[in-house]
């Protein structure tokens, strides 16, 4: 069983960048297809991005769409979160889930099977 952990979440200013990072203990990354989502306040967990065991394939939500960019490293266990020009909108509590499998474009939280406990992004207007 893999346990993840993000990091990078901080307060930014509108049009600012953050890169976020998630890292695993247990188990390599590499044995998993990647998935970043987010939850605001009062909203529900929400798919942003996902990466296939490689890297090779990648898919996005809209509205982060040519924003931000998923990316792994399997040498060094790692999965980023490249997040450019951000929105007040972007706020929200943003978490890593890994799930194995055939890759397809899941876009759900329930197609992953682990979680990490998020990290605060928080984009100031």
């Known amino acids: 069983q893999v346990q993840l952990v993000e990091s990078g979440g901080e307060l930014v200013q509108t049009g600012g960048s953050l890169r976020l990072s998630c890292a695993a203990s247990?188990?390599?990354?590499?044995?998993?297809?990647i998935g970043w989502f987010r939850q605001a306040p009062g909203k529900e967990r929400e798919f942003v991005a996902t990466?296939?065991?490689?890297?090779?394939?990648?898919f996005y939500a809209d509205s982060v769409k040519g924003r931000f960019t998923i990316s792994r490293d399997n040498d060094r266990d790692t999965v980023s979160l490249q997040m450019n020009s951000l929105k007040p909108e972007d706020t929200a509590v943003y978490y890593c889930a890994a799930r194995g499998g055939s890759w397809y474009y899941a876009t759900s939280a329930t197609d992953f099977n682990y979680w990490g406990r998020g990290t605060q992004v928080t984009v100031s207007s």
């Open positions: 247990g188990r390599a990354l590499s044995n998993y297809i």
């Open positions: 990466i296939t065991y490689s890297g090779s394939s990648t």
